[in-house]
């Protein structure tokens, strides 16, 4: 029911900044609106992890590793999560997800690398 498009990935050197967006479609025009969209990386050899989230209302949750660095924000008009990150690290090198929670269904888009430098 919902589609997932992010952009915005790329290579930086440590101490750039880069932002993400995805754009999320739903497929049926429905009362109830995408609850919670947000933000998830997987680096090679370690387990997938949270990024960073935000509810419709505008509540956000981060990982504490990127906690200050990055900034989450949406467009509930527009059905589109942002992800501004700055000061990256090597160590935020990873596919970046974007997620949304749709109902009782979870949705995940494609992917996008980041890869951070040294």
């Known amino acids: 029911q919902v589609q997932l498009v992010e952009s915005g990935g790329g290579l930086v050197h440590a101490g750039g900044s880069l932002t993400l967006s995805c754009a999320a479609s739903?497929?049926?025009?429905?009362?109830?609106?995408?609850?919670?969209m947000g933000w998830y990386r997987h680096a090679p050899g370690k387990q997938r992890e949270l990024v960073a989230t935000?509810?419709?209302?505008?509540?956000?949750n981060y990982a504490y590793s990127v906690l200050g660095r990055f900034t989450i924000s949406r467009d509930n008009a527009k059905n589109t999560v942002y992800l501004q990150m700055n000061r990256l690290k090597p160590e935020d090198t990873a596919v970046y997800y974007c997620?949304?929670?749709?109902?009782?269904?979870?949705?995940w888009g494609q992917g996008t690398q980041v890869t951070v430098s040294s």
């Open positions: 997620y949304c929670r749709y109902l009782i269904d979870d949705y």
């Open positions: 739903v497929s049926r025009s429905s009362f109830f609106g995408i609850a919670t």
């Open positions: 935000v509810t419709r209302g505008g509540s956000t």
